[in-house]
């Protein structure tokens, strides 16, 4: 064991458009909203994460919340580089430390990510001492956290809904044979629901309201076995400009997420059409796996599954797939060759 080893700390991050997870340990120990809250005359930074969240729409001009990523990608480079830096000063056995220890990182990026995308990741990671950085495609640690041994011979589909992108994947021995990244997920959901009521109801809700209404009453499908309650949602009467209440139900928000949840059957059939025979009859026998915040929307696996004619599965801890199959990567750094450094 080298010098370089005893100071060093393994980490593994999704760095989410949505939530940032970071793995210290074999343990989640960071899951917090990728959000940022600045102050605009000083430039300092007040919040991160939860703090900044409950912030999001309820500041006034000195104190701007920002997301510093976009679809998946850093969009505000200093401001990504700040939230990484605050979050893993969070991380127990690093805080509190005396020299900030140098880190060996895996962290998981978008297929659809350009080469300047892939250097905006790795100079924010240098700037935190980050010494050894390798990425990973998302649909890979998805597929690998969902516990699909990917090494195999054998092909699996995977579909992998966060807050920017949906990434859907075919994998087979250790590699992304055929993949689609499309740029509608959970945040296009919200967005969907929001204008939904704007425009149905009169009614103009900010984006925490919207994110609210599709975690509890969101759904793809107009009919469900297990129907949630209906909502009261709270917002202004765009005519009147006075706060009012509505109540909204299930089918009213499948209808307002429709159209976006078309753009992800499409891709999936696309993904499917371009897969090798073989690989397409190893999916027939397998089925799709789903991971992702968005994956959790009630009914869309049902949805992808008429679509497609195959048995769909939602992982287990859909939320955390991702970065769990970050945090297995980095432990088998040296094993995995489809890590890229």
Avoid at 291 to 309: E, W
């Amino acid at each position: 064991m080298g010098l370089f080893d005893f100071f060093t700390q393994e980490i593994a991050i999704d760095l989410g458009t949505a939530n940032t997870l970071i793995i210290h340990n074999n343990k989640v120990v960071v899951d917090s909203p990728s959000i940022v809250a600045i102050h605009r005359r000083t430039n300092k930074v007040i919040a991160v994460g939860e703090q900044a969240k409950h912030m999001q729409g309820k500041t006034h001009d000195d104190i701007k919340t920002i997301r510093p990523l976009k679809d998946g990608v850093i969009a505000d480079f200093e401001a990504s580089e700040f939230m990484l830096t605050e979050f893993i000063k969070k991380i127990p056995g690093i805080q509190g430390k005396l020299f900030s220890p140098s880190l060996r990182m895996v962290i998981c990026i978008p297929s659809g990510i350009t080469e300047v995308e892939k250097r905006a990741v790795k100079d924010s990671c240098a700037r935190v001492n980050a010494k050894d950085v390798r990425l990973i495609y998302e649909p890979m640690a998805a597929a690998i956290g969902v516990g699909i041994d990917i090494q195999q011979p054998k092909g699996n589909m995977i579909i992998d809904i966060g807050g920017g992108t949906t990434e859907i994947a075919v994998v087979a021995l250790g590699g992304i044979v055929c993949d689609k990244s499309v740029k509608i997920a959970g945040d296009v959901f919200t967005n969907d629901i929001a204008y939904y009521l704007r425009t149905h109801h009169n009614l103009y809700i900010g984006e925490r309201t919207a994110e609210r209404v599709k975690i509890e009453v969101g759904a793809a499908v107009e009919e469900l076995e297990h129907a949630p309650e209906d909502m009261p949602v709270q917002g202004r009467d765009l005519i009147t400009g006075k706060p009012k209440e509505i109540t909204v139900n299930y089918k009213e928000i499948a209808r307002a997420l429709d159209k976006s949840i078309l753009r992800i059957e499409d891709g999936v059939m696309e993904t499917l059409s371009q897969t090798p025979p073989e690989l397409a009859a190893d999916i027939y026998n397998t089925g799709i796996y789903m991971a992702g915040g968005g994956s959790m929307l009630r009914g869309l696996d049902q949805r992808i599954s008429k679509k497609t004619g195959l048995p769909v599965f939602l992982a287990d801890d859909p939320l955390r797939a991702v970065v769990r199959g970050t945090g297995i990567a980095l432990k088998n750094i040296d094993k995995f060759t489809f890590l890229m450094k």
